[in-house]
């Protein structure tokens, strides 16, 4: 079992900065790949960007290229995601997930779940 808990979410003016955090904790030795997913009011969970479990890879949605950096630090069982130049188009809920498959971008290969947190741009 493994628990997941999102901060840094906020309110922030188009073109500002966020960075997300994801503390995990429970069974943190596996190798999980962890990605970040969000979904605004009346639309599907999307991919955002992943990060392998040793942080040798990362991958990112072509709307987060460019802007978003994914990292973690695995002795503090973390995970970032750094959002610059942020747009309108960026608000939503986003969530960390957790996953022993291959196939990062997926949602539904993703085994556990963060409560989310609110990023809300402004114009």
């Known amino acids: 079992q493994v628990q997941l808990v999102e901060s840094g979410g906020g309110l922030v003016q188009a073109g500002g900065s966020l960075r997300l955090s994801c503390a995990a904790s429970?069974?943190?030795?596996?190798?999980?790949?962890m990605g970040w997913f969000r979904q605004a009011p009346g639309k599907e969970r999307v991919f955002v960007a992943a990060?392998?479990?040793?942080?040798?890879?990362?991958y990112l949605a072509g709307s987060a290229k460019g802007r978003f950096t994914i990292s973690r630090d695995k002795a503090k069982n973390t995970v970032y995601l750094q959002m610059n130049s942020l747009k309108p188009e960026d608000t939503a809920v986003y969530y960390c997930?957790?996953?022993?498959?291959?196939?990062?971008?997926?949602?539904?290969?993703?085994?556990?779940w963060g409560q989310g947190t609110q990023v809300t741009v402004s114009s």
């Open positions: 429970g069974r943190t030795f596996s190798r999980l790949t």
């Open positions: 990060i392998s479990w040793n942080g040798g890879s990362t």
């Open positions: 997930a957790a996953t022993g498959g291959v196939a990062v971008v997926t949602r539904d290969e993703y085994d556990y």
